[in-house]
């Protein structure tokens, strides 16, 4: 089972640098585009504020550690992406060369269409190789579901489509106290293997006090499930169960589970 960290607020990576046999994948949040540039929160990804970033994501890459970016969430990306394709995504592609990124994750929460969706696999694919990880973060009821998700489509036809064995797996959002066994069977029994099937939880949806619940439904789930493909985080700054203190311990006690 891998363990995983969304990477937003870039506060340094030093806890984790030492225990990299801990952390399977870091996901640095996150790309949009806008006025005919690519930005990773409100910088271009050249700006000299990230040089750390970027050096210590060098570092653990090559002890092993996936490093991935997340494009879109909360703050958008598609609609610019797909309106202007022929300008945005090659700056995609040069910066996912430029900084050896292993992965991209596809979080979409805006309506888009479908086929430009089904265009960017298949363009990434070409591009980059079957080898580049390529996942998506859908919230946990999209694929309890079958019916059209925040992005206005259905996830289960895109998986089913001719794009679907490209998707290496689904960071589930399983927020606001779905972060359970309940929620990953529920997710399997509608026909997504175990292997293709992560769960995601918010920092701050668990405390000191309830981070033991969540360790005790994985330990359910692996059970049952013992391909289970992946939990994960957002984000690393607040992980549980010592937040600010030493985030790196949350992956720690999964890997020990």
Request: proline share 5%; hydrophobic share 35%; charged share 20%.
């Amino acid at each position: 089972m891998k363990t995983i960290y969304y990477y937003q607020s870039f506060v340094g990576l030093d806890k984790l640098i030492p225990k990299p046999n801990d952390i399977d994948v870091i996901i640095v949040s996150s790309i949009h585009f806008d006025q005919n540039n690519i930005y990773l929160n409100d910088n271009l990804p050249s700006d000299p504020i990230f040089n750390e970033l970027w050096k210590q994501t060098n570092i653990l890459s090559k002890e092993g550690v996936t490093i991935m970016l997340m494009m879109g969430g909360a703050g958008g990306a598609y609609q610019s992406l797909f309106q202007n394709f022929s300008v945005y995504y090659p700056l995609l592609i040069h910066l996912i060369k430029q900084k050896n990124i292993q992965g991209i994750d596809i979080d979409i929460e805006e309506m888009v269409d479908i086929n430009h969706v089904r265009m960017l696999i298949k363009h990434l694919v070409n591009d980059l190789g079957t080898n580049f990880i390529i996942t998506m973060a859908p919230v946990g009821n999209s694929l309890i579901q079958d019916g059209p998700g925040m992005g206005g489509f259905s996830y289960k036809t895109l998986y089913q489509s001719d794009v679907g064995k490209y998707i290496h797996w689904f960071n589930a959002q399983c927020y606001g106290g779905t972060f359970s066994y309940g929620t990953y069977k529920q997710m399997i029994d509608n026909g997504y293997p175990p292997e293709k099937v992560g769960m995601g939880m918010m920092s701050g949806d668990f405390t000191n006090k309830t981070f033991p619940n969540a360790l005790q439904e994985v330990k359910k789930i692996i059970n049952d499930y013992p391909q289970m493909c992946s939990v994960d985080d957002w984000e690393y700054v607040d992980a549980p169960p010592l937040g600010k203190k030493d985030p790196s311990q949350w992956a720690t006690l999964f890997k020990q589970n």
